[in-house]
C-alpha cells in the first residue's frame, strides 16, 4: 500500500483494485472517476479551495478523517455514488460536504464512535449509519432518501431536529438513541428489522421524540421504544415482538390503526407516580399476544378487533369518544374505577369483557348487544360492585372467582345469569329481569 500520495489531476479507477494510505489533493479541482472502488486507509485531506468530486460507480472508502484546509474545500458525492467513511472526525469539518445529489449514499461504517457532519444545506440523499459505537449528530440534518440505521449502532439525536423524507429502517440491535430531551426525529415511514434491544429512545434516561407521519412496521425479532415520547400517524403493524418500556413521564401515541400479528408487551406505563402513558387514538386489531399495562382512548371513535384477546392490567381510560369491543378484553387490575373516563364502553355482539376491578366508573357502558359477556371476575378480596349500564341492560352476565358481586340498580339480563367458582351474587334491594338461564355452580351462592 502506497502512503503520502498527492494527486493534482483526478484519478480514473478501472483496475483490478485501488487501495492508498494517506492522500492529498491539491492544486487544482478533481474527480474521481471509473468503475474499481476506491481505497484510502488514513487521512485524505483536500488542500486549497478546490472541489474533490466522487463519480466512482462503485465506491469510495476513506478509513481514516476526511478534511479539508480552508473554507472552500469541497468534497462532493455525484448522483449514484457512495462514500463508506470510517473517521472519527466529522468529514470536511473545515470546508464544504455536498451529499444532497440524487441516489448517492454516505455510509458512516466506523467500528466505534463517529460525528456525524451537517452536510451543504443541511441535505444527506441517503445517509447509512452503520457497524458499531455512538454516532453523534453535530447539527440538524434532512436525508432526502432513506435512513438506515444497523449494527449495533446508537445514532444519537442530541439536542437537534432530523427530517426523513422517504423510508427509515432500523436494523438488528440498531438505536435511533436521545441522549438529549431536545433531540427528535422526523420520519416519514419507520420499519425495524431487530434481533433484539432498544431500537427507539434512551434505556438510561428519560429522553426525545421520534415522530413518524407514515406507517410503522415491525418485523421478525424483538423491538423496544424505551423512554422516549414516540408518535406514530399511519398504521402500526406488529409481525414480530413490539416492548413498550417506560418508567418516566414520556407519551407514546399511536394515532392510526394498531395491528397486532405478532406480539405486543407494555412494560411500565402503570399508574404510578411519574410513568408514561400510551394512547391509542384509531382503534386495536389483535390477531397475536396483546400484553398491555395502562391504556388512553381518545379524540377519534375506535373498535378493537381480532381473535386474539387484549389485555390490559392497570386503568383503561376513554375520554370522550366510543370504544367498541368486538373481541375478548380482559381488564385484570383490581383498584376501583380500572375502566374509567368520560367516554363510552360499547360491547359488540358475541364480545366478551373479563373485568376485576372494585368498580366501572366509566360515563356510559353498553352491554346488550345479542351475545356479549360481561364477567366479573376479581379473585383477591373479590368484592365488586355491578355496573348500571345503558338501559340497565346486559346480555350475558357472569359472576365468578370470589368474594361478593353486587348489584348498584335495577338490571335486566336479556342471556343467561352465570355464577361461578365461589362467588356470591347479591342483588342488594335491587331486582334482576332474567330473560335466559340461571346458571349457578358457585359453592358459595
Avoid at 473554507?71 to 464544504?96: C, E, F, H
Avoid at 375506535?302 to 386474539?308: A, N, T
Avoid at 367498541?324 to 383498584?335: D, F, G, R
Wanted: net charge negative; glycine share 12%.
Amino acid at each position: 500500500m502506497v502512503s503520502n500520495l498527492v494527486f493534482q489531476n483526478s484519478i480514473v479507477s478501472n483496475g483490478t483494485s485501488f487501495s492508498a494510505g494517506d492522500a492529498t489533493f491539491n492544486t487544482n479541482t478533481q474527480t474521481l472517476t471509473g468503475g474499481t472502488a476506491v481505497s484510502f486507509a488514513d487521512i485524505v485531506s483536500i488542500s486549497g479551495a478546490i472541489t474533490v468530486t466522487n463519480q466512482i460507480t462503485t465506491f469510495v472508502n476513506i478509513d481514516g478523517d476526511l478534511i479539508g484546509t480552508v473554507a472552500g474545500s469541497i468534497w462532493k458525492n455525484d448522483p449514484s455514488t457512495r462514500l463508506n467513511y470510517a473517521g472519527v472526525a466529522q468529514p470536511m469539518a473545515t470546508g464544504v460536504f455536498d451529499v444532497a445529489a440524487v441516489g448517492n449514499v454516505v455510509n458512516y461504517d466506523r467500528a466505534g464512535a463517529q460525528s456525524i457532519r451537517v452536510p451543504l444545506s443541511t441535505d444527506y440523499y441517503h445517509l447509512e449509519i452503520t457497524v458499531s459505537g455512538t454516532k453523534d449528530f453535530m447539527g440538524s440534518t434532512d436525508v432526502l432518501g432513506t435512513l438506515t440505521v444497523s449494527g449495533s449502532v446508537r445514532a444519537d439525536a442530541q439536542a437537534f431536529t432530523h427530517n426523513v423524507t422517504g423510508n427509515t429502517y432500523v436494523l438488528n440491535t440498531a438505536n435511533l438513541n436521545h441522549d438529549n430531551a431536545a433531540g427528535i426525529y422526523n420520519l416519514t415511514n419507520l420499519e425495524f428489522t431487530n434481533t433484539g434491544g432498544t431500537n427507539a429512545g434512551n434505556s438510561a434516561g428519560a429522553s426525545g421524540t421520534t415522530n413518524v407521519s407514515g406507517t410503522l412496521l415491525v418485523n421478525a425479532g424483538t423491538s423496544i421504544i424505551d423512554r422516549c415520547n414516540f408518535n406514530v400517524t399511519g398504521i402500526s403493524t406488529i409481525n414480530g415482538t413490539l416492548n413498550l418500556n417506560s418508567n418516566i413521564t414520556n407519551a407514546v401515541v399511536f394515532i392510526g390503526n394498531f395491528v397486532v400479528n405478532g406480539t405486543f408487551i407494555m412494560t411500565g406505563y402503570t399508574s404510578g407516580t411519574g410513568n408514561g402513558t400510551c394512547t391509542w387514538r384509531g382503534g386495536i386489531d389483535q390477531n397475536g399476544t396483546f400484553t398491555g399495562t395502562r391504556g388512553f382512548f381518545n379524540t377519534n371513535p375506535q373498535d378493537l378487533f381480532g381473535p386474539g384477546s387484549i389485555n390490559f392490567s392497570d386503568f383503561v381510560t376513554v375520554t370522550g369518544v366510543v370504544v367498541t369491543n368486538n373481541t375478548t378484553c380482559n381488564l385484570t387490575a383490581v383498584a376501583a374505577g380500572t375502566l374509567t373516563g368520560t367516554g363510552t364502553w360499547i360491547q359488540a355482539a358475541v364480545s366478551t369483557l373479563n373485568y376485576a376491578g372494585q368498580t366501572v366508573t366509566i360515563s356510559a357502558m353498553n352491554a346488550f348487544a345479542s351475545g356479549n359477556t360481561v364477567n366479573y371476575n376479581r379473585s383477591d378480596a373479590g368484592v365488586q360492585t355491578i355496573f348500571n349500564p345503558s338501559a340497565s341492560q346486559y346480555y350475558h352476565l357472569t359472576s365468578s372467582n370470589t368474594g361478593t358481586k353486587t348489584l348498584s340498580s335495577l338490571t335486566d339480563v336479556d342471556g343467561n345469569l352465570s355464577i361461578q367458582g365461589t362467588a356470591v351474587f347479591d342483588v342488594g334491594a335491587n331486582d334482576i329481569l332474567l330473560a335466559g338461564n340461571w346458571n349457578n355452580t358457585s359453592t358459595n351462592a
